[in-house]
Each structure stands twice: as C-alpha cells, then as structure tokens.
Nanobody
C-alpha cells in the first residue's frame, strides 16, 4: 500500500491543524493505521493509532485530549486532527499502515510508511 500524508504547515501555538493520509494500492480497510512523528535530533515517536474499523483508537500521553485520529474507509484516508498545538508538537509527521487489526504504538508493527509532512508550531 502506498501512503501520502498531507496538511502540514506553520501554525501558531494554540492553533489547530488537520493532517490527512491517503492510501492507495491495497484495500485500505485491511490495515490498521498509525501516526508517528520525529522532531530534529529526536527519535521517531508514536502519536496515535486506529484499528481497521475505526472503533479502537490509541494515543500517546503527550497528545491525549488534544489530538484525534479518525479514518474514512470509503475515502481510503486517515486523519489526525491536532488542537491546542504546542511548540513541542513541531515535527515531521508520518502515517503508517499495519496488517494488524488494532494498530500499535510500536513502529516495528507497521508494514508500510509514507513520506512525512512537516508541522511547525510558532510560539
């Protein structure tokens, strides 16, 4: 499956941004999806995951209550709604697809990765 993330950009602290990730090539609903991010000089970290059906979501503690992951299987798209953005949220955000059912916070559980989209948060 091929993945392409969209929606990154520059936003002020406290603002909102929605990332989208469009999947192609395989049946999208056969994959759990996840968002990860990597800031300069830091390791890639888990942000959020969603099950194949969309019924189960998981979040990193750092984004819980501020970010929302969702998916539209008819549109082959997974979203990451980011609210109350903080400077520490600035990173390159990556979407990933897993052949698992529920999704995972572990990056090695994901089989396909897209190129990232950069989010910059100004203070």
């Amino acid at each position: 499956v091929q993945l392409q993330a969209f929606g990154g950009g520059l936003v002020q602290a406290g603002g909102s941004l929605t990332l989208s990730c469009l999947a192609s090539g395989r049946t999208f609903s056969n994959y759990a999806m996840g968002w990860f991010r990597q800031a300069p000089g830091k390791e890639r970290e888990f942000v959020a995951a969603i099950s194949r059906s969309g019924g189960t979501t998981t979040y990193a503690d750092s984004v819980k209550g501020r970010f929302t992951i969702s998916r539209d299987n008819a549109k082959n798209t997974v979203y990451l709604q980011m609210n109350s953005l903080k400077p520490e949220d600035a990173a390159v955000y990556y979407c990933a697809a897993s052949e698992g059912i529920l999704g995972s916070s572990r990056s090695h559980r994901y089989d396909y990765w897209g190129p990232g989209t950069e989010v910059t948060v100004s203070s």
